[in-house]
C-alpha cells in the first residue's frame, strides 16, 4: 500500500539516506550469509571471515573469497540496486550505507556510497598496508601484495574486527541528519549498522523498511514493507 502521504514524504524529501544488508542482493542471487544459501564446504562466514581463520589458513580464506569473488562477477545489480542509484540524483542530498562487499552498488552506479564492510574486489597488505583492487579472481593464491610481495588479505571487516572510523563518521553525520532513511534488507544482526539506523530515527528520520521479514530494527521503523527490494523499489 503506497499511499500520497508517503508519496509526498518521499517526493519532499531533501537528505535522503540508504541503508542496505545483503537482502536486497539476494534477488541477484548472492546467497545472504543468515539464509540457507550461508555455506561454503559446511563452513559458514562466521567461521571464515575471521583474522584467527586468516592466520592459520590464509590460502583456504583466499578460496572462499575467490569463490565468492566469481559470484559476485556472475550477478548483475537487480532492480532494487538501480532504483538505489537512480535515487542518488533524484534527491538533492544523498548517502548509500552499505553493509555488502559484493559491489553490486557500485556496479549499479552508486558513487555516494559507504562500504562500511569493505568491497571483496579490494585486497590489503598485511605489511605495508597499501589497498588494491582486484579487477578479477585472483591468478594466485593466496594473494600477493602488489607492492612488496608479503602476504594481502581481503580488505573486508572481519568478525571481531573494528571498523574504519573515517567511514562510519561520515555515515553518522549524514544519517542524523537525514530526513529520510530506507532500511532495506538486513536481519539487524550487527550492531553497528543497527546503532546507525536507531540514531538516525531518534534524531527525527523517517524510517522505511522493506524485508519480507521482521529485523531487529523493525520495531523502530515508521513503515515496513514486507516484500522483496527489488519488487517494493
Ligand atoms: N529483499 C529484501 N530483503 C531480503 C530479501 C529480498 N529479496 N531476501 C532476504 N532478505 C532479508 C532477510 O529477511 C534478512 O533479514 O535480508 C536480510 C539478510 O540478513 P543477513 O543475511 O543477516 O545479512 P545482513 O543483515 O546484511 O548481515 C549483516 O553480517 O555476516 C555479516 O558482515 C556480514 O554484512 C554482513 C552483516
Ligand atoms: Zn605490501
Redesign the pocket.
Known amino acids: 500500500m503506497i499511499n500520497q502521504q508517503l508519496i509526498t514524504k518521499i517526493k519532499s524529501a531533501k537528505r535522503v539516506a540508504v541503508l542496505?544488508?545483503?537482502?536486497?542482493s539476494?534477488?541477484s542471487g548472492i546467497p545472504?550469509?543468515?539464509?540457507a544459501g550461508?555455506y561454503w564446504r559446511n563452513y559458514r562466514?562466521?567461521d571464515l571471515?575471521t583474522p584467527e581463520a586468516f592466520a592459520r589458513d590464509p590460502k583456504l580464506i583466499w578460496e572462499w573469497y575467490a569463490m565468492r569473488m566469481q559470484v559476485c562477477l556472475d550477478a548483475k545489480p537487480n532492480p532494487?540496486h538501480e532504483v538505489v542509484a537512480k535515487m542518488e540524483s533524484y534527491f538533492p542530498e544523498f548517502l548509500l550505507v552499505t553493509?555488502?562487499?559484493d559491489n553490486l552498488h557500485p556496479r549499479a552506479g552508486n558513487t555516494k556510497l559507504v562500504e562500511i564492510?569493505g568491497n571483496i574486489f579490494t585486497a590489503r597488505c598485511t605489511s605495508c598496508q597499501k589497498k588494491f583492487k582486484m579487477e578479477s579472481i585472483p591468478k594466485q593464491i593466496p594473494v600477493q601484495c602488489n607492492f612488496c610481495n608479503s602476504l594481502a588479505r581481503p580488505h573486508?571487516?572481519w568478525?571481531g574486527e573494528s571498523y574504519d572510523l573515517k567511514l562510519l563518521q561520515i555515515a553518522r553525520n549524514f544519517l542524523l541528519e537525514s530526513d529520510l532513511l530506507f532500511i532495506?534488507?538486513?536481519?539487524?544482526?550487527?550492531g553497528v549498522?543497527v546503532q546507525l539506523a536507531s540514531e538516525a530515527i531518534s534524531h527525527g528520520s523517517y524510517a522505511i523498511e522493506?524485508?519480507?521479514?521482521n529485523?531487529t530494527i523493525s520495531n523502530l521503523v515508521n513503515m515496513h514493507f514486507a516484500?522483496?527490494?527489488?519488487e517494493i523499489l
Open positions: 542496505t544488508g545483503a537482502g536486497i539476494a534477488e545472504t550469509f543468515r539464509g550461508g562466514a562466521e571471515a532494487g553493509q555488502n562487499v564492510h573486508i571487516v568478525f532495506i534488507g538486513t536481519s539487524g544482526q550487527v549498522p522493506i524485508n519480507p521479514e529485523s516484500n522483496s527490494s527489488g
